[in-house]
């Protein structure tokens, strides 16, 4: 039996418990990229307070300058069904909810399937993440409109698979808005000169930040997998500093499948 993570109720921690739901009859069809829990059948350990994942309710500070920039897109877009990519506790799902939207949010964590349900009961989730089979999720929620992914990618060591996923989801046509930490010449610069770098690239977080994306990359990555940016957006901050960056992508024709790794 596991222990329920610090922040949740006793019956939050009795539903992770006990909780079944398609995204785990799902997870048995899903190829992984991730290494296996076990070596020589010994478990590995995980570190002292490392517990990686959602525990609380409480939108994270990043939704007050994304979220309104995300349903700005949106409502430009004038689309109705969304697919919210790592929807985490529901916050942002929650949102594009009030906002008329109909929502399926994609979380691998259950502690934060729970809290998002809690949050958005508009909504729908499913427990999986980005190794989902699109056409799984077709079976059980048909294309959608627009996929929105907010500040997930730059924590992916197989980035690919986002917008592979995201263009499994779509017709062509369909609209993909990311968001993730902004980089370019002059945040790097001040970033140096201010010696922050050790702070911004969270080395000492388990689980996170391994990408640090600039316009640049984001829009090539997102070009190699059947995308094509049409929008750019900075968010948080002064112009050129921003502390994110949002990506407005359409889908192209064609097949797209597991989607395109590059080389070192």
Known sequence: MSTPRAGATQ???????????????????????????????MPLAVPHGAGYGWSAAPAP????????????????????????????????CAALS?????????????????????????????????????????????YFEAVVSTEVIEHLHAPHRLPALAAGMLPPGGWLVVTTPYHGYLKNLALSLTNHWDRHHTA???????????????????????FE?????????LPWLWKSMVLVARRCEGDVGAGRVRGA
């Open 98 to 142: 009030r906002a008329g939207h109909d929502v399926v949010g994609l979380e691998p964590d259950l502690a934060g399937v729970v809290l998002a349900r809690a949050a958005a009961p508009q909504a729908l989730f499913e427990q999986v993440g980005v190794e989902a089979d699109p056409e799984l999720l077709r079976q059980r929620h048909g």
């Open 229 to 237: 940016v049409t929008a750019f957006h900075g968010v948080g901050r």
């Open 204 to 226: 000492l977080w388990f689980g996170g930040h391994v990408k640090f994306w600039s316009r640049r990359t984001l829009t090539q990555l997102l070009r190699d997998n059947g």
């Open 11 to 41: 019956e939050q921690g009795q539903e992770m418990e006990t909780q079944t739901n398609t995204g785990m009859a799902m997870a048995a069809h899903i190829p992984s990229d991730t290494a296996p829990v076990t070596l020589n059948d």
């Open 61 to 92: 500070h990043s939704c007050g300058y994304l979220v309104p920039k995300v349903l700005q897109v949106l409502k430009g877009l004038s689309v109705k069904r969304v697919l919210d990519i790592g929807a985490g506790n529901g916050a942002l």
